[in-house]
């Protein structure tokens, strides 16, 4: 990633952490200042009083918006509906895609225990994974089994994404029939109609070519992150799914996504863009980081549904 923009979510990362630790700072000594003087029964400036109300207040609303995140919104999932048009497809046909994306799996959760049923729930006809499966090798097995047991008409299908080509390169990740993995060329599926261009994080030559190579039907790019869509976008792929960003994971009212650790900072930071003629759809993924809380705030996790309608000749 560009290092001015890693240093920007940095400083805005440490921003937000300072701003939190002024309000408890500022809530533990009013609330300790205002005990002391009951205890020493001195009165309070109203002034004071007010601050130490507000600093208060602050902690509270901060302690019960930090206990939400943590138990409640992680396994709240959420189903996303995006309509993408296109003349690739008979007129009066439609396609449904299920997107996938950061499952980061080192274990059962509330969350992957219901996902498969949620998905079928939605009959798909093909599933796309965009990347990032484990947390750690232990839950291997956990992956394999929520991929398989979803349903689709024309399969599922697979690229890796950073964590996937950093730490488990050496693991078969989506063999045994769990997913068809987008490495090296183009995979039709929907009986020749649908053109999947995909590959690992760190190897985008691979799309390049094989949106060159394929110019007809409807050509789906795969891939981890958004930060290939500005120069892929004038080779005219119909589909660009994209994760990595978690939508921030954290977000702030207003706001949005503290951090998305793309290239572009905040500018593809969740949901659906048009970039040039390319419908993007970025995935708030479905799991969290490693090695720290897993914890989601205003970002629940994703289940994307993007239905292709075909408005083209028959």
């Not at 449904?96 to 006809?125: F, M, Y």
């Amino acid at each position: 990633m560009n290092p001015e923009i890693l240093k920007l979510q940095e400083q805005r990362l440490a921003i937000l952490v300072l701003l939190i630790s002024v309000v408890c700072g500022g809530a533990l000594f009013l609330g300790f200042k205002l005990a002391l003087a009951r205890v020493r029964k001195r009165p309070v400036p109203p002034v004071e009083r007010r601050v130490a109300s507000v600093f208060l207040g602050l902690l509270l609303v901060g302690l019960s918006c930090l206990t939400y995140a943590l138990t409640v919104e992680p396994d709240w999932l959420q189903v996303s509906r995006v309509e993408v048009p296109t003349a690739r497809l008979p007129s009066g046909s439609r396609l449904r895609i299920v997107h996938l994306s950061d499952l980061h799996v080192d274990g059962w959760t509330k969350a992957l225990e219901r996902l498969p049923d949620e998905v079928n729930a939605l009959q798909p006809d093909l599933l796309v994974f965009t990347g990032d499966s484990l947390n750690s090798e232990a839950g291997l097995p956990i992956l394999r089994e929520v991929l398989s047991r979803i349903q689709t008409r024309y399969g599922r299908f697979a690229v890796r994404g950073n964590h996937d080509t950093w730490y488990w390169s050496e693991l078969d990740l989506f063999g045994g029939g769990v997913a068809q993995e987008l490495q090296r060329e183009a995979l039709r599926t929907a009986g020749g109609r649908v053109v999947l261009c995909g590959a690992p994080y760190g190897m985008p030559g691979r799309i390049d070519t094989c949106l060159r190579d394929n110019p007809d039907g409807f050509r789906l790019v795969a891939y981890h992150t958004p930060d290939l869509v500005e120069d892929l976008a004038p080779l005219g792929p119909d589909l660009y799914l994209a994760g990595h960003t978690h939508g921030g994971q954290v977000r702030l009212p207003f706001y949005g996504a503290v951090l998305t650790m793309s290239r572009f900072d905040k500018k593809y930071e969740m949901g659906l863009y048009v970039v040039g003629q390319t419908p993007l759809f970025v995935s708030r993924g479905v799991g969290a980081e490693p090695h720290v809380p897993r914890i989601r705030f205003l970002c629940r996790p994703e289940i994307a549904v993007i239905d292709l309608v075909g408005s083209g000749a028959p």
